[in-house]
């Protein structure tokens, strides 16, 4: 998938695509053929990075029904000739979304397109999911045969319909399905079999129960298939490359995650100058999983070798160095992280300070906000309003009341395109701008995410600006609404019409 173009945050594509309450109302303000036009833009090239943490189908949902548009555009998107060549659910799946919620406000049009996209669409399977949760009985048994037809006749077909049963998000069409097609029922009967027999036949190597042991085992994933003979350095078996994976970072890291599990299981006070060698230069896998180890149990040691493992000439071990210093915890562990994000050490633009900030951010004290305001601002000038990183820093800001980085949340919160880190900006700003209930607060009850509409309810000014009274109604009254929001809305109505009496 393509990483999507979002447009210049000023103008009402960008608005619309970030999912910003200005959005919505520049929208309402705009030529209605515009306004039409951005929306299915936005709705047809799903605009979000990651849409497991991202919502706008209900965002855009309710500006199809402000705007009253009709639903050519997502029509057009689901019957292209291009969802035949692309199985990539991602390509339909905000459409089919919206649809939902349409069908779910009462839309007839938006219910009979799902049901047509269901019978001969790629993406079927979210189609359905959406049905299941708006469609009546009737609807869903019609659809029963088109759907059944997907699976061919066969032990195959078989097997792949107890699959997808199984692992079916919203079960009630097929256990309406069972009750008149006996391979449905056959297949659900099977389905929790399959998974009781796959469990019972789960293998894998486990570690012995000695430090050694688990420290061998770690590394079993790591040694390019030379197992214990690598480990043992024998003569006859040749080393492992330095820089290869072969089963994969995320394997490896996984192994030595568990394996630090397991030294925390076995390791006896005797043993902890052979882990603590371990982390200093033992093998990849047993020096991951003896630095994850001495981080947990906050050994004295542990930052110095975790300062020696970000300098080291494997790049698996700085990532993994870099990523364990957010678990380290304690006065010494903040007193080094102090060190190392303090400018004045030279450490700060470093791989290494950058991970201090992050974690002072997450675990710093009132003392640490300017290092947290200062590298917040750096990774701003250097990197935008992107990466992985950069949401724990906000989160920092907002925990420590971090005033001085106001400017930099509302940058953060007007330019970000992932609604997830505008929502972070904003809780932030909630925490450190005095400024914000009268503010930014009023643009967050139109927000596409919800725990930021429910921000907004609980902080918002209700006097001064005639709009915010309207919204925590309408957002009141309206059945698609979280429940968090409805709480939190309803308090707020409670309050002003108690002041107001």
Known sequence: MFEPVIAPSASLLGLLQRGRGDGQ???????????????????????????????????????????????????DHLHDPEDLLDDDETRTGLALSVLGHLAAYGRRDALLMLREYAATGTNWAWALDELALRDDDRGLLLLGTAVLDRFPPGPEGDAELREFIRGAYEPRPWRLWAAYHPRVAAAGEQSPFD???????????????????????????????????????????????????????????????????????????????????????????????????????????VAGLIEAAAADVDDRMVRAALELVGRMRGPEALARARRWADPTTGGAD???????????????????????????????????VTGTGLGALVDGAGRLAAADAVPVLRHIYGESASSELRGRAARALAATDVHFPEGPAVECLWDCEESTRELAARHVATTGDARVLERLRRLAADPAEEAEVHAAVRGRLTAARERSR
């Open 25 to 75: 109302l520049h929208a309402l303000a705009a030529d209605r053929t515009e306004a039409i036009a951005a929306l299915e833009e936005c709705v047809t090239s799903d605009p979000r990075a990651d849409w497991q943490v991202e919502n706008r189908s209900l965002y855009y949902a309710r500006l199809f029904m402000e705007l009253e548009a009709p639903l050519d555009g997502i029509e």
């Open 195 to 301: 998974l009781w027999q796959r469990q019972v036949n789960r293998s894998g190597v486990t570690p012995g129960w000695s430090t050694a042991d688990v420290l061998a085992w770690a590394d079993q994933g790591d040694l390019g298939g030379h197992g214990a003979g690598a480990f043992l350095r024998q003569p006859d078996r040749p080393e492992p490359a330095r820089n290869a994976d072969p089963a994969g970072p995320d394997a490896v890291d996984r192994r030595a995650a568990a394996a630090a599990r397991c030294l925390a299981a076995v390791v006896r006070p005797e043993d902890v100058p052979a882990v603590q060698e371990a982390a200093r230069s033992g093998l990849p896998g047993a020096r991951r999983a003896a630095l994850r180890y001495l981080v947990d149990q906050q050994d004295p040691a």
């Open 350 to 384: 470093s791989a290494l300070g950058e991970a201090a900030v992050q974690l002072l951010a997450d675990a710093g004290e009132a003392c640490d906000a300017p290092l947290v305001v200062t590298g917040l601002r750096r990774w701003i000038s250097v990197r935008g």
